[in-house]
């Protein structure tokens, strides 16, 4: 499917086209399930230009690594992406994409993302998705929540980049709201909500972005957590962003928390490629083996 890049390189074509663009309702069901000691992916159902081609196994078949298409190459005013994982007891899973996400201007219409996971008893998920990148005047809406229970475990991160940077974009125009809920047995361990308009002034204060264009947060969770905390803080804290970037990394009660602040999407996420290194064998019990698509 041709994305959308392609028309705005042809005037021609341009000018018979509506002036709205077509908008994507797109929804991805996947469910993950425990084989004979073997992580399947049971459920790959889509509708719309968002799927997962097949299951993977670059570490041998106790994970099952998914690597989320959305074939438009990006998300414009309008649009509505409806991501829905559910990973079953004893499985594990690895979540990744291809290249960064993108968020286009829009026309006025609002476009959104929900995603919700549910990683049932003993299971564990990582979510690993690469950078996304908020083109000045985008109106986007962006909702996570990860349902855990008692004892399963999950790994996640998103990074954040307003206006494109190397072209000397800024977010200058339009808005972004943020919504991100983890629950473990049903109740809280990580509630953030956040929104703001172009060239608001909580991007500029000390206080908000201080004048950054890339954020990034990363949680981990697991059962152990509490009495490994102190240690795993200790050897991420070893551990600095290339670009000398504003960070910082704190336990919560059942959680763990690492945020990025300042300018550099390439360093944010090696930074937390390494942080993830570190915090990988205690939550799943597994080393750290960097997903292969992430080097295409």
């Known amino acids: 499917m041709a994305g959308r890049g392609h028309l705005a390189d042809n005037p021609a074509m341009n000018s018979r086209l ?9 929804e991805l069901h996947l469910g993950f399930a425990s084989r004979a000691g073997r992580s399947v992916l049971r459920e790959n159902r889509h509708q719309g230009p968002l799927r997962v081609q097949k299951a993977l196994y670059p570490e041998g078949e106790g994970i099952c690594q998914a690597i989320l298409l959305h074939p438009p190459s990006g998300i414009a005013g309008g649009d509505q992406l409806h991501i829905a994982v559910t990973v079953d007891a004893a499985a594990q899973a690895q979540i990744t994409t291809p290249g960064a996400g993108k968020w286009y201007r829009s026309g006025g219409a609002e476009a959104s993302q929900h995603i919700k996971f549910n990683v049932c ?60 809920r983890v629950d473990r047995s049903g ?27 890339v954020c990034g947060t ?16 200790e050897s991420c804290r070893a551990i ?20 990025y602040l300042g300018d550099n999407s390439e360093a944010a996420r090696q930074w937390f490629a390494d942080i993830w290194k570190i915090l990988r064998p205690a939550c799943i019990g597994r080393p750290a083996v960097l997903p292969r698509i992430w080097n295409t």
């Open 218 to 233: 990363l949680l981990c969770s697991f059962p152990e957590l509490p009495q490994q905390a102190a240690a795993l803080l």
């Open 240 to 259: 600095a962003p290339a670009d000398a970037a504003s960070h910082a990394l704190t336990a919560l009660p059942g959680i763990l928390v690492a945020r």
């Open 187 to 213: 109740q809280p361990i990580w509630l953030e909500r956040g929104g703001f308009a172009g060239n608001d002034a909580m991007l500029h204060s000390p206080a908000g972005w201080a004048g950054a264009t």
């Open 18 to 26: 509506p002036i709205a663009p077509p908008t994507w309702h797109a």
């Open 121 to 180: 008893a003993g299971a564990a998920l990582e979510w690993l998705p690469q950078e996304t990148i908020v083109f000045d005047g985008a109106i986007a809406r962006m909702d996570t929540r990860v349902q855990l229970a008692a004892d399963s475990r999950y790994i996640g991160w998103d990074i954040l980049c307003l206006g494109r940077a190397a072209a000397g974009e800024r977010f200058e125009n339009g808005r972004f709201d943020l919504f991100c």
